[in-house]
């Protein structure tokens, strides 16, 4: 149950005639009266004798009652109220009882108050109503409606109950604003997937991960093909901008404009301003100052291997850090997110593109962020931005499987994170961005495995032992389960590798399977192949390592010095 309380108007007859007319685009099937202030009140949908003036001048009896300094400018307040695709249609008598329960939730006529608001609700579809009512109350005062909407939110998620109806989660303020219904005609009418707001809402977000000044943001819009208007005080400062589609006009063929603010409360020009301006010197030489010369000579796969690395240490903020902290990182990560569904390889783009748009909702909250922690994050969707698109074979491939794996892990440590903090819709948004994740996953890593798989199958039988007893000695929880899996030739092979690496393969495997989350992982040999190319710094493309059919040699390059570099770039401390 969706319920919009809409901006206030000031003619009541105006927005009659759109409730019971055929709407903008012939969308309005029998408009009628389902309740109102009085169960004698007209209706024009149903009673040929009545009229739109017959129901309008009853409206607004009351503010014409009132000396004409003492009316209120904007007199007419609507809400409308929505049920979700999958509910059941209801019934006129039920919607008559949600459009009571809503005027008396939001203080237009509580229950018993025989002085209140008038009121009517008017249904023209099977999926919703809208209630119209004039603010003035019998007495002549004015209705008390602060908080109309949170008001309208709480009373939904109660019929939710009551109605046995899909129960949304409640909104706390931080969400983007939704397309209204006039910008979603629009776009269906075109043919269009997305509304303009939309749209814009999600090339900003893209121009704005990892960018390092104003000027790279807006060469970045620019290039995006969005028309661009800056607003600048009169001391030449600049102050926000406002973005168009070029193909999106008005009556006028006029572009339309959207300022950042309008399309999400993170992309007005202040809040993009705070991404680059956060500092934090104890955060070492990987920094955006260090880096950003080296991002456009940084080749997909490198970008995308530093780009996991600076998600596993996002993994373990979530367990270590305080909650501005992880603010900054949620936000941060929603970047790197929207960058690499910028660069992903045509098979994998759709569900990445699905998986950063969802991911959005989980990234703002009333937590304030600390900014300047999140900076490995940030060069990380920088190096993706400047490394550009990936391959979907060779080195790119895989790396790209390794970093969307990773990346899956994140998002469903953030859903937990969120649950815990009691932000229900973030932790949906969450769980939503995961499970396009791992299909993008699915999509992904074939190729890849498929290789390290053949390769662990040619292993002689002693060998394949060998790396069995790795695992039993590592994590023997586990390793019946992993032995079972079909990715374990893939995890023999990546043993192997990592052991003429010079690592000691049972402490890389017992550090790589120490991370929880495995439980949700569709296959953990898979989980535990890409954690350990990525700590014992193995090509991720397993058609670059040499083939390994017979027993490997003893690690003779220092196997103490490699566990402990592996144990630092897990974000182990000594």
């Given at each position: 149950?969706?319920?919009?309380?809409?901006?206030?108007?000031?003619?009541?007859?105006?927005?009659?005639?759109?409730?019971?007319?055929?709407?903008?685009?012939?969308?309005?099937?029998?408009?009628?009266?389902?309740?109102?202030?009085?169960?004698?009140?007209?209706?024009?949908?149903?009673?040929?004798?009545?009229?739109?003036?017959?129901?309008?001048?009853?409206?607004?009896?009351?503010?014409?009652?009132?000396?004409?300094?003492?009316?209120?400018?904007?007199?007419?307040?609507?809400?409308?109220?929505?049920?979700?695709?999958?509910?059941?249609?209801?019934?006129?008598?039920?919607?008559?009882?949600?459009?009571?329960?809503?005027?008396?939730?939001?203080?237009?006529?509580?229950?018993?108050?025989?002085?209140?608001?008038?009121?009517?609700?008017?249904?023209?579809?099977?999926?919703?109503?809208?209630?119209?009512?004039?603010?003035?109350?019998?007495?002549?005062?004015?209705?008390?409606?602060?908080?109309?909407?949170?008001?309208?939110?709480?009373?939904?998620?109660?019929?939710?109950?009551?109605?046995?109806?899909?129960?949304?989660?409640?909104?706390?303020?931080?969400?983007?604003?939704?397309?209204?219904?006039?910008?979603?005609?629009?776009?269906?009418?075109?043919?269009?997937?997305?509304?303009?707001?939309?749209?814009?809402?999600?090339?900003?977000?893209?121009?704005?991960?990892?960018?390092?000044?104003?000027?790279?943001?807006?060469?970045?819009l620019a290039a995006a093909g969005l028309l661009i208007r800056q607003r600048t005080a009169p001391s030449g400062d600049l102050l926000g901008y406002t973005v168009a589609l070029p193909d999106d006009r008005n009556e006028d063929q006029e572009p339309i404009f959207y300022s950042g603010s309008t399309l999400a409360p993170d992309l007005s020009l202040p809040r993009i301003r705070k991404r680059w301006s956060g500092s934090d010197?104890?955060?070492?030489?990987?920094?955006?100052?260090?880096?950003?010369?080296?991002?456009?000579?940084?080749?997909?796969?490198?970008?995308?291997?530093?780009?996991?690395?600076?998600?596993?240490?996002?993994?373990?903020?979530?367990?270590?850090?305080?909650?501005?902290?992880?603010?900054?990182?949620?936000?941060?990560?929603?970047?790197?997110?929207?960058?690499?569904?910028?660069?992903?390889?045509?098979?994998?783009?759709?569900?990445?593109?699905?998986?950063?748009?969802?991911?959005?909702?989980?990234?703002?909250?009333?937590?304030?962020?600390?900014?300047?922690?999140?900076?490995?994050?940030?060069?990380?969707?920088?190096?993706?931005?400047?490394?550009g698109p990936a391959l979907g074979r060779g080195e790119d491939g895989a790396t790209a499987a390794m970093l969307i794996d990773m990346a899956f892990f994140l998002v469903t440590a953030v859903a937990h994170w969120h649950g815990k903090k009691q932000h229900a819709q973030q932790a949906?948004?969450?769980?939503?961005?995961?499970?396009?994740?791992?299909?993008?996953?699915?999509?992904?890593?074939?190729?890849?495995?498929?290789?390290?798989?053949?390769?662990?199958?040619?292993?002689?039988?002693?060998?394949?032992?060998?790396?069995?007893?790795?695992?039993?000695?590592?994590?023997?929880?586990?390793?019946?389960?992993?032995?079972?899996?079909?990715?374990?030739?893939?995890?023999?092979?990546?043993?192997?590798?990592?052991?003429?690496?010079?690592?000691?393969?049972?402490?890389?495997?017992?550090?790589?399977?120490?991370?929880?989350?495995?439980?949700?992982?569709?296959?953990?040999?898979?989980?535990?192949?890409?954690?350990?190319?990525?700590?014992?710094?193995?090509?991720?493309?397993?058609?670059?390592?040499?083939?390994?059919?017979?027993?490997?040699?003893?690690?003779?390059?220092?196997?103490?010095?490699?566990?402990?570099?592996?144990?630092?770039?897990?974000?182990?401390?000594?």
């Amino acid at each position: 149950m969706i319920p919009r309380v809409h901006d206030m108007g000031t003619r009541t007859m105006g927005l009659l005639y759109y409730l019971y007319g055929p709407g903008t685009h012939e969308e309005h099937v029998d408009p009628h009266l389902v309740a109102a202030w009085d169960s004698l009140a007209p209706d024009p949908g149903r009673d040929p004798k009545a009229t739109y003036g017959d129901l309008q001048r009853l409206l607004d009896q009351p503010v014409m009652a009132l000396p004409k300094s003492a009316r209120p400018a904007e007199h007419v307040w609507h809400l409308s109220v929505r049920a979700a695709p999958e509910d059941p249609i209801l019934t006129d008598k039920q919607w008559a009882d949600i459009a009571r329960r809503m005027v008396a939730a939001t203080g237009i006529a509580p229950e018993g108050d025989d002085a209140a608001c008038r009121w009517a609700a008017v249904r023209h579809a099977d999926d919703h109503i809208h209630i119209i009512a004039t603010v003035v109350r019998e007495d002549g005062r004015q209705a008390r409606i602060r908080q109309d909407g949170a008001r309208s939110q709480a009373e939904a998620r109660k019929i939710e109950v009551d109605y046995g109806l899909r129960r949304l989660n409640a909104g706390d303020g931080t969400a983007a604003k939704r397309p209204t219904s006039a910008e979603r005609h629009k776009a269906q009418r075109q043919g269009k997937e997305r509304t303009p707001r939309e749209e814009l809402r999600e090339t900003v977000r893209r121009a704005a991960a990892g960018v390092a000044s104003e000027q790279e943001f807006f060469d970045r819009l620019a290039a995006a093909g969005l028309l661009i208007r800056q607003r600048t005080a009169p001391s030449g400062d600049l102050l926000g901008y406002t973005v168009a589609l070029p193909d999106d006009r008005n009556e006028d063929q006029e572009p339309i404009f959207y300022s950042g603010s309008t399309l999400a409360p993170d992309l007005s020009l202040p809040r993009i301003r705070k991404r680059w301006s956060g500092s934090d010197p104890s955060h070492g030489s990987d920094t955006t100052t260090d880096r950003s010369a080296d991002s456009t000579r940084i080749s997909p796969s490198t970008a995308r291997r530093r780009a996991t690395t600076a998600v596993w240490q996002t993994v373990l903020v979530l367990d270590q850090g305080d909650d501005g902290q992880i603010a900054a990182h949620l936000a941060a990560a929603g970047e790197v997110l929207d960058a690499l569904a910028k660069t992903s390889a045509a098979h994998t783009r759709r569900e990445l593109r699905d998986a950063a748009w969802a991911f959005e909702r989980a990234t703002r909250s009333h937590i304030r962020a600390e900014r300047g922690h999140d900076r490995a994050l940030r060069q990380a969707a920088r190096d993706l931005v400047y490394g550009g698109p990936a391959l979907g074979r060779g080195e790119d491939g895989a790396t790209a499987a390794m970093l969307i794996d990773m990346a899956f892990f994140l998002v469903t440590a953030v859903a937990h994170w969120h649950g815990k903090k009691q932000h229900a819709q973030q932790a949906a948004a969450a769980r939503q961005a995961a499970e396009h994740l791992r299909a993008a996953y699915q999509a992904a890593a074939p190729m890849p495995l498929a290789a390290l798989h053949q390769r662990g199958r040619r292993l002689s039988q002693p060998l394949r032992h060998k790396q069995a007893a790795y695992l039993r000695q590592a994590v023997p929880e586990l390793a019946e389960q992993v032995l079972a899996e079909p990715g374990w030739y893939a995890l023999a092979a990546t043993l192997v590798d990592a052991e003429s690496a010079g690592y000691d393969p049972a402490a890389l495997l017992a550090e790589a399977a120490e991370r929880r989350e495995l439980d949700t992982a569709g296959s953990i040999s898979d989980v535990l192949v890409w954690r350990l190319r990525r700590m014992a710094d193995l090509p991720a493309d397993a058609s670059s390592m040499p083939e390994h059919t017979t027993a490997a040699p003893a690690a003779t390059r220092g196997t103490a010095q490699r566990a402990t570099k592996a144990n630092d770039r897990s974000g182990k401390t000594r």
